[in-house]
């Protein structure tokens, strides 16, 4: 399975912005980098994903490192609803998701 | 679009008993996915249809579980015998298409109980 790594958790203050890390040195060429989000008593949900270019959408912004070998999903402000677990993932082939054990995000009023 | 139907969201049982779970996926959608989520070892893959096809069900934990679909809009998963350590949240997920970029959406999931 891919391997991602990413902090147990985090803490941001209200609107402001939130940088969540995660490394995958094991990564190769054709792995794409997905990121969900799980609210409390909720189903995961899309966030955002990419190859190699950066990526900006309505949610987030995520930065891949040259190397691939790490990527940040930024929040560009923090609200309380953005309160949840973010798991960070590589998807090979085939549609496949293995999920790691995410960074659960607290969002200080 | 209701999204993911799952149903039901809460199911409590005894050991031993047979339990059925089911999903319909998002009309159009050609993937099915079968998670469980527990606090001891997160969000498992336990298996996955493409086209109502089992392509990988390397993650179903034992002989007692199994999962069907029917056809494009009905899924099942039955645990029989049902045991305590069954005991999890199980969602279903659907995606449209094979590419790597397909995002896949997720139920509300169904609380299982096995007392």
């Known amino acids: 399975d891919a391997k991602t790594t990413q902090p147990n958790s985090m803490e941001s203050n209200e609107e402001e912005p939130v940088h969540l890390p995660c490394n995958h040195s094991t990564i190769s060429g054709t792995d794409y980098i997905h990121w969900y989000r799980q609210l409390p008593s909720q189903g995961p949900e899309y966030v955002i994903h990419g190859l190699t270019s950066n990526v900006n959408n309505r949610m987030a912004s995520l930065a891949i490192a040259e190397d691939r070998k790490s990527s940040t999903l930024i929040l560009h402000r923090a609200t309380l609803r953005d309160a949840a677990v973010y798991y960070c993932i590589l998807r090979k082939t085939g549609n496949q998701f293995y999920f790691g054990t995410g960074t659960s995000l607290t969002v200080i009023p | 679009d209701a999204g993911v139907i799952q149903s039901p969201r809460h199911e409590v049982t005894e050991m031993g008993q047979e339990v059925t779970l089911r999903c319909k996926p998002i009309s159009g959608h050609n993937s099915l996915f079968w998670y469980r989520q527990t606090m001891m070892r997160g969000l498992e893959l336990l298996i996955y249809?493409?086209?109502?096809?089992?392509?990988?069900d390397s993650g179903m934990p034992e002989d007692r579980f199994s999962a069907k679909m029917p056809n494009a809009s009905f899924s099942t998963l039955k645990i029989q015998p049902s045991e305590p350590r069954d005991s999890a949240v199980y969602f279903c997920?659907?995606?449209?298409?094979?590419?790597?970029?397909?995002?896949?959406?997720f139920g509300p999931g169904t609380r299982l109980t096995v007392t």
């Open positions: 997920a659907s995606s449209l298409g094979g590419g790597w970029g397909a995002r896949q959406y």
């Open positions: 249809f493409n086209n109502n096809v089992p392509i990988d």
